[in-house]
Nanobody
Framework: VQLVESGGGSVQSGGSLRLSCAASGFICSYYDMSWVRQAPGKGLEWVSAINGGGSGTAYADSVKGRFTISRDNAKNTLYLQLNSLKTEDTAMYYC??????????RGRGTQVTVSS
């Protein structure tokens, strides 16, 4: 099982980024997937999740209305569109092979830095 995140970067407040997570070693469509993040000096924070078929999603209150999770099971890829970014969104973002489980398999992460 391997998860590889990409798409992070440095943007100004109000900007946008699109994160991707390429999955391999398992059939992505069989599993719920999620994004979690960790800001400097803080613990893991659950951000969003999507069910295997892509029909069900959920978001943390802190990102609702600004972030959109999606998946392309044909490509075994998970996405997170980040809009209206705020400085408090600065964190390492990880995709995880679960709906809500901080012990689930994660990738190495992609860094998002938002400056004012």
């Amino acid at each position: 099982v391997q998860l590889v995140e990409s798409g992070g970067g440095s943007v100004q407040s109000g900007g946008s980024l699109r994160l991707s997570c390429a999955a391999s070693g398992f059939i992505c469509s069989y599993y719920d997937m999620s994004w979690v993040r960790q800001a400097p000096g803080k613990g893991l924070e659950w951000v969003s999740a999507i069910n295997g078929g892509g029909s069900g999603t959920a978001y943390a209150d802190s990102v609702k209305g600004r972030f959109t999770i999606s998946r392309d099971n044909a490509k075994n890829t998970l996405y997170l569109q980040l809009n209206s970014l705020k400085t408090e969104d600065t964190a390492m973002y990880y995709c995880a092979k679960a709906w809500y489980d901080f012990t689930a398999t994660r990738g190495r992460g992609t860094q998002v830095t938002v400056s004012s």
